[in-house]
């Protein structure tokens, strides 16, 4: 829906409104955030008089405008939207706007630089979900004799959106292996919250996604905006607040790739694209957040569309011990499990014992696997599973052939290599023969051994990433390396279509929507220890459906944190994902492989639920327990996931309000006994939870959704699965008339808050 007059473009989807006036020589930003419904002429005229702020003290002549290229020759004294010179001149861009196309939900601008001598595309995207994607093109026009050839050098293009004042408190994240996506929240002050990532990755720091709500936002309450870039790489996350403002707003949000000085240096007929900036407002607090990008990422021609099948990776389980008979036994445990993907780890090619040799010889070690990988991988198709296998293509031990014989692969600057990162450097896929070497490998394997899925592991850092050139002149290159392996995954995806493959880097370091545009899920930590678990998967699934997020369960002790959890905790926790196995099967007893087989059962019982329903957490005010859960897009069934993750001196829970749920409906509940039950840290009841554990307690919406249930009082480190389906005539009438329904406005309303 989207509305243009000769002087406002207006985008409208699921409750957003993007509105630009096009005016000269800058188009500028008059709203983004709620829907303003159909704007008529006399709107537009009014927005536009009450776009302009008053004229300073001590201040430019005319009032500040916040242009959609806001630089200096505005008047704007933030962060401008361009960054370079040809030459050292050329500093002051003066960009003016040449053309303006509309689409459906699409509005591109077209602005002239005349002293960079560049052209601008500028497209703004609002796609049905609400999320408004940004891309720029920056181009050099080839105009002939006449021309400076000297190249513009880029230094950075940030996209940039306004905030209103009301956006008052910034949360985004930070974290390290094994800890990733840890939130942290404080005041918007005066000044740049500027993030940068030089990883050569997102890293298991990522800011992931920049959000600055109205102070005291929630999961459920709350106005908030996001910004999250869709690139590998390097990138920048900026929110900033000077005291006059940006035009008539009150802060900026947005970034974009973070370029090393000389990455990008356009020529004459060259041309740079920036990655996607996605922005996203909600009114709903967090999990409206998550449901626009939740809606974004489904509705995807190339979103998994098969259940997602329960997977058993064999790392912890074995590590680099393969040998054949216990890798088969493992093979049929898991089929007897229900396992129904099997992937074997880190340890099947050349010279690989341990993670000090091989990475970079892509082909089976005939030592360890005399009949290569065809009686493993005809054990697990013939069980009927999905073989997958670990893969680390942009990466080399120096003690492999591919080291020993083309040391020029290697991406590392003239003077030699620095510090190895796990005894390995990272290869040069912009060397052309290195990349056209992996493609060729990794398409044999997979066609050798019919391999489903990939595994596809990144475990270092990009440390001076650049490109050895003659005599010296040695050229940045992460911006090269990001895009040469997308054209790697892309290649291989397209000799093998049905290929999955997952974006794993030594966790979850490498999660965004640039490496996910081609990817099928990602691995969100090393870390299978149930209670750490618990808070990667929530702050993962802030962008990120549970469907594309690796969750397995581990072994009773966690390999990385040495935590001992119960199976039931366990369970529970790796429910809510792509939920798999990371344990050696051979060493269960018969119980916990029957526990095992019943979790596998619940898991593919629940999956479509899981899969296609709303994400939704509760806000808590004792922060040692957590409740969430996915409720059907028609709010008709729901599984909820009640958590005590540490002791805390509030006895009692007090009632707690299941989120999502029609308020007007009836419903009845039961709990889920099937993969065990927590302990608990009390003597009896609730009553409805006494009840509910022998089978379905019928209690109405008002109920669990206005009042709220007393929890029982868990031991730390437990949780409680609670399901919720409706009775006949729930969802009540009306859920998608007289309210917003999730499938037309994803991200707003939830009126159960
Ligand atoms: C790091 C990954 O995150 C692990 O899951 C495992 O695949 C190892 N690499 C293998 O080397």
Known sequence: MNRTTARTAHLRAAGVSFVVELTGPLPRILHWGEDLGELTDEDTEALILTADGAVLNSALDIPRQFTVWPTEADGWSGTPAQQ????????????RLTGVRQEPGELVLRLTDDVGDLGVVLTYRLDPSGVL??????????TGPGQDPAPYDLAGVTTLIPLPHRAGEILDFTGKWCRELSPQRGGLRFGSHVREVRRGRPG?????LLTVGVPGFGFRTGEVWGFHVAWSGNQRYLAEQLPEGAGVHGAVLGGGELLAPGEVRLAPGDSYTSPVCHFVWSDAGLDGLADRFHTLLRARPSHPASPRPLTLNTWEAVYFDHRIERLLRLADLAAETGVERLVLDDGWFTGRRDDTAGLGDWTVDAKVWPDGLTPLADRVHGHGMQF????????????????????EWLLAPSPGLGPSW????????????AWTYLLTSLDEIVTRYSVDYLKWDHNRELHEAVSRGAGGHDRPG???????????????KARHPGLEIESCASGGARVDLGILARTDRVWASDCNDPLERQAIQRWTGQLLPPELVGTHVGGPHSHTSGRVTDESFRYATALFGHAGIEDDLTARTPQELAGLRRWAALYKEVRPLLHGGRVVRADLADETTLL???????????????????????AQSGRVRLPGLDARGRYRVRIRTDAGLPALHQTSGPAWFTAALDGWVTLPGAV????????????????????????DGTPAQGLDGSRPAPATRPGAGNPDA
């Open 133 to 142: 994607g940004v891309s720029t093109e920056i181009s050099r026009p080839d």
């Open 478 to 492: 992460v911006h090269t390396q990001v895009s040469a392996v997308y054209r790697l995954i892309d290649a291989l």
């Open 628 to 650: 969430h859960g996915v409720v059907a897009g028609d709010a008709s069934t729901a599984l909820y996931c009640w958590v005590r993750l540490a002791t805390s001196t509030a």
């Open 422 to 433: 796990r005894n390995q450097y990272v290869v040069n896929l912009a060397h052309q023969d």
């Open 704 to 727: 669990l959704v206005g009042a709220g249930l007393p929890m029982p009082t868990l031991e730390p480190a437990q949780a409680l699965l609670i399901e919720v389906s409706a009775l």
């Open 84 to 95: 370079g010179h040809r030459d050292g001149a050329a500093t002051t861009p003066r960009v």
């Open 388 to 407: 997958g296998l670990w893969v680390e293509p942009e990466m080399a031990n120096p003690d492999s052939r591919l080291a020993r014989e083309h040391p």
């Open 204 to 208: 298991a720091d990522s800011p992931y």
